[in-house]
T-cell receptor
C-alpha cells in the first residue's frame, strides 16, 4: 500500500484559493488518489478522486502530474466553513485497508 | 437508509464490562469497515466485511475485540472486558461494489460511537 505525506497544518483566509499537496512516491499503476474532508465530531467525507491530469467537481479540483507521485487538492475561494482536516489516500478497488495519515488541518481565518 | 447509522453515539462503561457497537450501512453497500480514531489522528483500520464474510480482521487489537455481520447488512463490533485504553471514537464506513475499471472504493462514514471506559 502506498503511503502518503502531506503537511500537518495550513492557514489561509476567506476568499483565497487553497492548495494542499500530497506526496505518494510509491503509487502503483492501478492506484487512484482520493481526498476526504473531516469536520470536528463528524466522520470523514469524500471530496474527490482522480487517476491522472485534472479532475473537477462542485467542491474542489484535483491536479495530478504525469508521474503521479504527488497530487494537489485545490479549494477555490475558501470560507470559514472549509476549516477541517483533509486526508489524501492512495489505493485501488482492492485496497480496503487504506492507510490514513494524520491529514492536513486547514484553518481558514476571517 | 440514507446514510451510515451508528449506535450508540456515546457509551460510558466501567472497566471490565462488555460493549456492543452497532453499524447500519447504506442499503446496497456490500463492503463494511470498522475503524478506530484517536483525537488528532486519522482512522485506524480494524476489520473489513464483504457481504457477510469477514475478510480481514488483522487490525483488531487483541482477542477481546470481535465483529460480525451475519446477514450482510448490520454489523456489530463487540469489545469484551473493556479497558481504559479502549476509549476512543469507533467509526463504521460502507462502500458499494467497485470494479477494476471504476476507481477506488469511496467510503461513506457514520457519525461514530464515542466509547469512554472508566
Amino acid at each position: 500500500l502506498a503511503k502518503t505525506t502531506q503537511p500537518i497544518s495550513m492557514d489561509s483566509y476567506e476568499g483565497q484559493e487553497v492548495n494542499i499537496t500530497c506526496s505518494h512516491n510509491n503509487i502503483a499503476t492501478n492506484d487512484y488518489i482520493t481526498w476526504y474532508q473531516q469536520f470536528p465530531s463528524q466522520g470523514p467525507r469524500f471530496i474527490i478522486q482522480g487517476y491522472k491530469t485534472k479532475v473537477t467537481n462542485e467542491v474542489a479540483s484535483l491536479f495530478i502530474p504525469a508521474d503521479r507521485k504527488s497530487s494537489t487538492l485545490s479549494l477555490p475561494r475558501v470560507s470559514l466553513s472549509d476549516t477541517a482536516v483533509y486526508y489524501c489516500l492512495v489505493g485501488d478497488h482492492s485496497n480496503y485497508q487504506l492507510i490514513w495519515g494524520a491529514g492536513t488541518k486547514l484553518i481558514i481565518k476571517p | 437508509g440514507a446514510g451510515v447509522s451508528q449506535s450508540p453515539r456515546y457509551k460510558v462503561t466501567k472497566r471490565g464490562q462488555d460493549v456492543a457497537l452497532r453499524c447500519d450501512p447504506i442499503s446496497g453497500h456490500v463492503s463494511l469497515y470498522w475503524y478506530r480514531q484517536a483525537l488528532g489522528q486519522g482512522p485506524e483500520f480494524l476489520t473489513y466485511f464483504n457481504y457477510e464474510a469477514q475478510q480481514d480482521k488483522s487490525g483488531l487489537p487483541n482477542d477481546r475485540f470481535s465483529a460480525e455481520r451475519p446477514e450482510g447488512s448490520i454489523s456489530t463490533l463487540t469489545i469484551q472486558r473493556t479497558e481504559q485504553r479502549d476509549s476512543a471514537m469507533y467509526r463504521c464506513a460502507s462502500s458499494p461494489p467497485r470494479h477494476s475499471a471504476s476507481g477506488a472504493n469511496v467510503l461513506t462514514f457514520g457519525a461514530g460511537s464515542r466509547l469512554t471506559v472508566l
